[in-house]
């Protein structure tokens, strides 16, 4: 062994002697750095000197990353970039790292003295501050009387309602309780299958507030500190009935609940379990679930789940979260039917009103054997959608038409009544004006927090949209958080008590005096496309580099592309940088290509949708702004609504191609 050794030093010797560099009058390859791999400066300031010998020239990587507060020299001469080359010599260099007190947030950077890939060393200075990590220790009940979108916040509280899928749930402390909606990567991929209702958790995060719901939010949360709750085992769950379950509402524990489904939703797995006691929401399902019982589960079937309970405050409903489908069971759906009058239809079902009710039947197929004035006898699968009881894959039997259809008194809805309306296939009567988004038309109602939405309309006259009209029909419930649908029986032009309103000006596609505009180029495009080494049309993912950040997504990738190409139900999205203030306008310029679209910006962080009947409304529901395309080379205008500093663009009805974009932010 000793022998081997002394080979190795010799051969090392020998290799040293012949690869000298003449040039400088150096015999040998050298470079020895004397520093310590990790440099604290005190908080009131200090230095920190070493020495380098090297046989190679060299440069210090990473001060231009701390110009403003890292003073360093070699040899007494001040270096600010990489590119202050020092010559290599057989002199020792005396290196000093400096920086004056620090008032502000701690500060750390990594400097890389550099010769070549195989002569570096890397040396990590850090100073403390005042400010500390410039996080801000709080409690809920402190940060909701006085947030803050610029500053970055410390909770430590107890996890109810989580959401595995989007790794989002509730945080209570002692002062109160605060949504933590969204998480960065790498927190959620670490703590994704870690995290249980009844866990305390410590993290930070940025405040956002939803006007929607009217709801606090933590965003771009990152996990500190997580500790599990004693319990939360879904092989140790209790048996329970629905009303037990929403009693005893522990939101640790596992609990075995037994009911039939009612409600399927194919897209997000979700339905509603009902037993002899009651009936819950089961909100959101494992995914292993999902992959195991996909196509097994439907309506009228009996199903077997373990689960968590959470309450979700903004529809003062009591869910199952997080649960596990041990068994479904096939089984006759439950039945519902009647005979009445038609009195309201829609493309995609009916409202038929009998002796004590009104039965809602959607059913696209059984609409075009009915018409208005029809005396009809239905019966068909009973099912919950939005909470609303339809009555689906039925019979209908017409015993006689051109019966005369009375409808009830109407009840006539300002904004406040509007927003406070509840009584299910109540006739109603409301005014506002109508915008029409992709095959979608809704009710601006001024004032008022929700909006209409017309149910599946049979018809709408073209010359009504962007008008203010008078809507006349049957209320159908509420969708997504706030969208008030009705089933139409009469859709008007206003004939006075909006005459002389205000229209809403056309936003303006250049940038103000009191805004900052951020442009996407063309050239900036042409030029990432023009990268690419694929050849045919194909969605992958991609990013563009610009002079105002990364922009990233899902997009066309064919080499030569002029444009940006997006489309509907493939998931294709661009996702645009972070500003620095809250964006007002996003302003597309269409290729010639574009045809009639609708496009949507969706807050960064939404989990895009990809496929399934509610695809647009979903989009609808959680956008940030809308704006439709007339087609041809044109410029439009999205207005955003809300506090947002990025955004996903995505296409709701086709592809569309837009040549550059321009974001125009607050000032």
């Known amino acids: 062994m000793k022998l081997k050794n002394i080979f190795l030093a010799v051969f090392a010797a020998g290799a040293a002697l012949v690869a000298c560099d003449p040039e400088n009058g150096l015999d040998s390859e050298s470079f020895e750095v004397s520093a310590n791999p990790e440099v604290t400066i005190e908080k009131i300031g200090g230095s920190y000197s070493f020495s380098v010998e090297s046989s190679f020239d060299w440069n210090i990587r990473g001060v231009e990353d701390a110009a403003d507060w890292l003073d360093v020299t070699v040899d007494g001469q001040s270096i600010t970039s990489k590119n202050d080359v020092i010559k290599g010599s057989t002199q020792n260099h005396e290196v000093e790292i400096a920086a004056l007190a620090n008032t502000g947030k701690d500060r750390s950077v990594t400097l890389t003295l550099f010769a070549d890939i195989k002569h570096q060393v890397t040396v990590k200075v850090t100073q403390t501050g005042d400010l500390g990590d410039g996080v801000i220790t709080t409690t809920v009940a402190d940060l909701v009387a006085n947030p803050s979108k610029e500053a970055t916040y410390r909770l430590s509280g107890t996890v109810s309602g989580f959401n595995a899928s989007y790794c989002s749930f509730d945080l209570t402390d002692a002062t109160g309780t605060i949504y933590v909606y969204s998480m960065e990567a790498e927190s959620k991929a670490k703590y994704q299958s870690v995290i249980k209702n009844g866990g305390t958790i410590t993290i930070t995060g940025q405040y956002e507030y939803y006007e929607a719901k009217s709801q606090h939010e933590i965003v771009k949360a990152v996990v500190e500190e997580y500790t599990p709750a004693e319990g939360g085992d879904p092989d140790k769950a209790t048996d329970a009935t629905v009303a037990e379950f929403i009693q005893k509402a522990d939101v640790v524990g596992y609990y075995r609940l037994s009911g039939k489904v009612s409600g399927f939703n194919e897209t997000y797995f979700s339905f509603d379990l009902t037993d002899d006691t009651g009936s819950i929401y089961v909100y959101s399902v494992e995914d292993a679930s999902k992959t195991a019982w996909a196509g097994k589960v439907k309506n009228g079937y009996n199903v077997v789940i373990r689960g968590q309970y959470a309450y979700y405050a903004a529809k003062s409903q009591h869910e199952v979260v997080n649960a596990i489908i041990d068994s479904v069971e096939e089984a006759a759906a439950e039945q519902l039917g009647g005979t009445g009058l038609v009195v309201a239809l829609s493309t995609a079902g009916f409202l038929v009103k009998t002796s004590d009710a009104i039965l809602y039947v959607f059913d696209k197929e059984a609409v075009a054997k009915v018409k208005l004035g029809d005396n009809v006898t239905v019966n068909g699968e009973k099912s919950v959608y939005n909470g609303v009881t339809e009555i689906v894959n039925c019979e209908v039997t ?68 962007d008008k203010w009209v008078d809507v006349t029909g049957y209320f159908v419930g509420i969708s997504g958080s706030s969208y008030f649908n ?84 493939t998931g294709a999205h661009l996702k645009s940088p972070e500003f620095s203030s809250n964006i007002k306008r996003i302003v597309l310029k269409m290729n010639e290509k574009t045809v009639v679209r609708t496009m949507y910006a969706l807050p960064a962080d939404t989990q895009i949708p990809t496929s399934g009947d509610n695809y647009v409304s979903s989009l609808w529901a959680n956008s940030l702004g809308t704006v439709s395309t007339k087609g041809g080379e044109e410029t439009v205008v999205m207005s955003v609504t809300g506090s947002a500093k990025s955004f996903t663009l995505i296409a709701g009805n086709g592809a569309v191609y837009i040549n550059s974009i321009l974001v125009i932010c607050e000032k």
Do not use: C
């Open 398 to 465: 017409v015993n006689s038409s051109n019966n005369e259809v009375v409808h009830p008194a109407v009840t006539a809805l300002d904004a406040t009544a509007f927003d406070a309306y509840e009584t299910l296939f109540g006739y109603v009567k409301f005014s506002g004006k109508l915008a029409k988004s992709g095959n979608y038309y809704n009710i601006k109602v001024k004032d008022a927090a929700r909006t209409g939405s017309l149910s599946n309309p049979v018809s709408v006259d073209a010359a009504l949209v």
């Open 486 to 569: 009705v089933i139409t029986t009469d859709l008007a032009l206003s004939a006075d008590q909006h005459e002389g309103e205000e229209e809403e000006e056309e936003a303006d596609a250049t940038v103000g005096e009191n805004e900052v505009g951020y442009e996407l180029t063309n050239a900036e495009i042409v030029a990432a496309f023009a990268s690419s080494e694929v050849t045919k049309d194909t969605y992958g993912d991609y990013s563009i580099t610009s002079a105002t950040g990364t922009w990233s997504g899902n997009m066309n990738t064919k080499k030569g592309l002029t444009f940006i190409q997006l489309r509907n139900k």
